[in-house]
């Protein structure tokens, strides 16, 4: 069992930045791997990006966000991080993280869940 907290969001202009932080409780976070998700007022909740547990932190993307959006892991600290440049309007929407335990990156199953946290872009 895994807790998950994001944090980070918040009020950000077209073009700028803003790192998401998704703080994980419980044991063996480096098996699991994590994942971003995001959902607009009146749209499905859709993937952003995921991080593998292994192979030294493979990561995929959305093609939405490809070359804006990084996501990291520090198992250290059992945080997981989206680093999301050169924001748009149409990134504005509840950020959650995701969980899954030994998997490989999925982009729709995933076990755990954080709460979210919100994102809104300016024009």
């Known amino acids: 069992q895994v807790q998950l907290a994001e944090s980070g969001g918040g009020l950000v202009q077209a073009g700028g930045s803003l790192r998401l932080s998704c703080a994980a409780s419980g044991r063996s976070f480096s098996t699991y791997t994590m994942a971003w998700f995001r959902q607009a007022p009146g749209k499905e909740r859709e993937f952003v990006g995921g991080i593998w547990w292994s192979g030294g932190g493979a990561t995929y993307y959305a093609d939405s966000v490809k070359g804006r959006f990084t996501i990291s892991r520090d198992n250290a600290k059992n945080t997981v991080f989206l680093q999301m440049n050169s924001l748009k309007p149409e990134d504005t929407a509840v950020y959650y993280c995701?969980?899954?335990?030994?998997?490989?990156?999925?982009?729709?199953?995933?076990?755990?869940w954080g709460q979210g946290t919100q994102v809104t872009v300016s024009s």
């Open positions: 995701a969980a899954r335990r030994l998997g490989v990156i999925s982009t729709k199953e995933y076990d755990f």
